[in-house]
């Protein structure tokens, strides 16, 4: 763990000297991009620029008005997991500087409950852009409110969000373009959110780990995720976690229900006779994990579980290996 520590300078002329004067917390190591943001930061009226690495259990001696930027490139924990943890204790709006698609990265940022997403390589123009949203306007003296009292509305666009409109962006950054499974990004995520949960509840939660032996077409991979759907139910996650492997979490799953599934995608696989792009019937390799187990106590162990009985089915030519 890298000890936390932080660094305080000016960054417009009335910067520091300003009782008013609010503060861009960086989050994240030192080198160009912590430099670059520094740099944007002097071009700002009445900001100071504080620096500091990260700490799972600290986070910055903040209030209302400065804002967070955390780089991506940290890990353990990463951007995504500090703005989870973060949400309601800092009082900041939060960015995450990334040097992915920001089309796709957004998405994934205010899903974990950033503000949004800049470039790493943070210019003042970006980030005045960014910090030009209007501040909450503050609060009227009493004397000055109005003696009616209006009834509170939803803006139109929410309504309409939450009446069922699909967020085709949202959607396009957790999902694989091939497969249209979630892609590795939400897997991630969503492995700590199900742990988690299934930990809290006490509740069975299975991860099944299958992989091909070899590759194959778009529209064969397409039909193989169409079998993985209609072998699961609504509740469950299925995503491609690399080039020939997907990975499912299965809640309140035990290991014979999740062999039960493997078995049915497999049965499926066969009965069509799925081809790999060498023109030989689709092999699958299926490992599967499931807790609450006694050597199972972080999410870590369920997936490296999950992965020896993968590693000890490929072995023995395919089929389904449950872990023990």
């Not at 943001?37 to 690495?53: C, D, I, K, V």
């Not at 003296?141 to 009616?148: G, L, M």
């Not at 509305?153 to 499974?181: F, K, Q």
Request: glycine letters at 8%; hydrophobic letters at 45%; proline letters at 5%.
């Amino acid at each position: 763990m890298v000890k936390a520590k932080s660094k305080i300078t000016r960054a417009g002329a009335q910067g520091a000297n300003s009782s008013q004067a609010r503060t861009l917390h960086w989050i994240g190591a030192e080198g160009a991009p912590v430099e670059a943001a520094q740099a944007a930061a002097r071009a700002l009226e009445g900001w100071n620029f504080r620096a500091q690495s990260a700490q799972s259990a600290q986070f910055p001696k903040s209030r209302a008005g400065d804002v967070l930027l955390l780089d991506a490139a940290l890990s353990a924990p990463n951007a995504y997991e500090l703005c989870r943890a973060w949400i309601g204790k800092t009082g900041c709006r939060t960015f995450v500087l990334t040097d992915a698609d920001p089309k796709l990265a957004e998405g994934i940022a205010q899903f974990c409950g950033a503000s949004g997403v800049l470039p790493r390589k943070l210019t003042a123009a970006a980030l005045r852009r960014a910090l030009g949203a209007p501040q909450p306007a503050p609060q009227l003296a009493s004397s000055a409110r109005s003696k009616t009292r209006k009834k509170p509305a939803l803006p139109r666009s929410r309504m309409r969000d939450m009446s069922g409109a699909i967020d085709t962006a949202l959607v396009a950054s957790i999902t694989d373009p091939e497969s249209n499974l979630f892609n590795y990004a939400f897997l991630n995520y969503k492995l700590d959110e199900e742990f988690k949960r299934a930990s809290r509840f006490g509740q069975p939660l299975s991860c099944v780990l299958v992989g091909l032996d070899g590759e194959c077409e778009t529209q064969t991979l397409r039909e193989l995720a169409g079998i993985f759907l209609g072998a699961s139910r609504d509740t469950d996650v299925l995503g491609r976690f690399d080039q020939t492997s997907f990975l499912f979490f299965l809640p309140a799953t035990g290991p014979d229900g999740a062999r039960i599934m493997a078995e049915r995608v497999l049965a499926e696989v066969h009965k069509r006779r799925l081809l790999d792009v060498l023109g030989d019937e689709l092999s699958l390799s299926v490992g599967i994990a499931a807790t609450p187990h006694a050597k199972i106590r972080q999410r870590e162990d369920l997936f490296a579980v999950a992965k020896r009985a993968f590693t000890l089915a490929q072995r023995k030519g395919g089929g389904v290996v449950v872990g023990t």
